[in-house]
């Protein structure tokens, strides 16, 4: 569920991603190394994990493509389908605090981008569990 919610998060600006991804490997850590695993190794959103979890930040441009899509998102919504005002000034905040917490996050360099996308590939499942993602399967 919460990975789903993670993936409509990705397309609905208003529902952050992040934590629900985060969430989710919580709980697969606690509960199923495999999906633990599955999550942390794939392709789309993967990387994006373990580089918030390990403290790297994003990478340059997917700061910049975010906040790009998240002003393009509410800026439609603003002008095109909400009609009260309230509700413009809510959207117009949210996306003001989703900017400000992505530019406070720190940026990664290239490097670790290339190490990241060259680890991502030779993880393995025991490497994948290690804290804060501990696995309780075997309890």
Avoid at 27 to 53: D, K, P, V
Avoid at 65 to 83: P, R
Avoid at 95 to 107: D, E, M, N, Q, Y
Wanted: aromatic share 10%; proline share 4%; net charge positive.
């Amino acid at each position: 569920m919460c990975v789903a919610l993670g993936l409509v998060g990705i397309l609905l600006p208003v529902l952050p991603t992040t934590p629900f991804l985060l969430l989710a490997a919580v709980c697969y850590g606690r509960s199923s190394s495999r999906f633990l695993h599955w999550l942390l190794t794939n392709r789309w959103f993967g990387a994006y994990i373990q580089n918030y979890r390990e403290g790297r930040g994003l990478p340059q441009r997917e700061k910049v493509l975010t906040i790009l899509g998240l002003w393009l998102t509410i800026g439609v919504s603003v002008v095109y389908v909400v009609s009260q005002w309230w509700l413009r000034l809510v959207l117009i905040a949210v996306a003001l605090g989703v900017t400000i917490h992505l530019l406070r996050i720190k940026t990664a360099r290239l490097e670790d981008d290339r190490l990241d996308s060259n680890r991502q590939h030779s993880l393995d499942a025991p490497a994948t569990l290690k804290a804060p993602f501990v696995d309780r399967t075997s309890e």
